[in-house]
C-alpha cells in the first residue's frame, strides 16, 4: 500500500531554531498534501494544505511567517517551524492524497518536536 | 459542535473481550477512515469506508451513510490493540478532514 514518510520522527531543540520536517510520498505522486497539529490529549487539527507548485493555504490562525510550507515536487513536502518557541512543541503530522478520490489520504507517522 | 463524535472516550476491557468504538458525525461525507494512534504518536490508518464493511484480520469496520454512523470492532482484543481510534470523515464538498477526539483504549492481560 501507499507509504507516506516524515524525517525527522522526534527533534528537541532550543527556543529561537527553526526546524524543518519533510513529509514524503513513497510510491505515489501527491499533488496535495496536508499538515495537521495535535497537542496532547487532542484531536487532529488541521493548519494548511500544501499544494505542488503554489502557495500552502493555511488555515485560520496559523502564522504562514511562522510555518513555512514548500511543497516543490510531487512527493515532498516541508514544514519549518521559523523560531520555534516551547508553545510550538506538539506532534506534527502530515497526510497525502494519492489522486485516487479524495478520500484515498494516507497518513505520515509524525514528528514530535519538543522545543526547550 | 464537533461534526464528529466518538464514543466512549476511553475504553478498558480484558483480553479476549470484543470491543466496538462508535463514530457519528454531521455532514455529508465521501469517505470515512479509522486511525489507530500508539503511544509515542504514529498514526497508521486502519480503514478507509464510503459503503458497507470491512474487515482486516481482527479489525472489522462498518459504515452506514443513511445514519451517518460507522463503528469499529476488535475481536478477540489483544493488550497489543490498546491505542486511541480516531474517526476521520472527509466532507462531500472540499478536501478537509473532520477529525473526532478518539477513543482511547486500554485491554488489560
Known amino acids: 500500500g501507499a507509504v507516506v514518510s516524515q524525517h525527522p520522527s522526534w527533534v528537541i531543540c532550543k527556543s529561537g531554531t527553526s526546524v524543518k520536517i519533510e513529509c514524503r510520498s513513497l510510491?505515489?505522486?501527491?499533488?496535495?498534501m496536508f499538515w495537521y497539529r495535535q497537542f496532547p490529549k487532542q484531536s487532529l487539527m488541521l493548519m494548511a494544505t500544501?499544494?505542488?507548485?503554489?502557495?500552502?493555504?493555511?488555515e485560520q490562525g496559523v502564522e504562514k511567517d511562522k510555518f513555512l510550507i514548500n511543497h516543490a515536487s510531487l512527493t515532498l513536502s516541508t514544514l519549518t517551524v521559523t523560531s520555534a518557541h516551547p508553545e510550538d512543541s506538539s506532534f506534527y503530522i502530515c497526510?497525502?492524497?494519492?489522486?485516487?478520490?479524495?478520500?484515498?489520504?494516507?497518513f505520515g507517522p509524525g514528528t514530535r518536536l519538543l522545543v526547550l | 459542535k464537533n461534526e464528529v463524535e466518538q464514543s466512549p472516550q476511553n475504553l478498558t476491557a480484558q483480553e479476549g473481550e470484543f470491543i466496538t468504538i462508535n463514530c457519528s458525525y454531521s455532514?455529508?461525507?465521501?469517505?470515512l477512515h479509522w486511525l489507530q494512534q500508539h503511544p509515542g504518536g504514529g498514526i497508521v490508518s486502519l480503514f478507509m469506508?464510503?459503503?458497507g464493511k470491512k474487515k482486516h484480520g481482527r479489525l472489522i469496520a462498518t459504515i452506514n451513510i443513511q445514519e451517518k454512523h460507522s463503528s469499529l470492532h476488535i475481536t478477540a482484543s489483544h493488550p497489543r490493540d490498546s491505542a486511541v481510534y480516531i474517526c476521520?470523515?472527509?466532507?462531500?464538498?472540499?478536501?478537509?478532514?473532520?477529525f473526532g477526539t478518539g477513543t482511547s483504549l486500554t485491554v488489560i492481560p
Open positions: 497526510s497525502a492524497n494519492s489522486g485516487r478520490g479524495l478520500g484515498t489520504q494516507y
Open positions: 510510491d505515489f505522486q501527491a499533488t496535495t
Open positions: 469506508l464510503s459503503s
Open positions: 500544501s499544494n505542488e507548485g503554489s502557495k500552502a493555504t493555511y
Open positions: 476521520a470523515v472527509l466532507p462531500n464538498t472540499g478536501n478537509q478532514f473532520y
Open positions: 455532514v455529508g461525507i465521501s469517505a
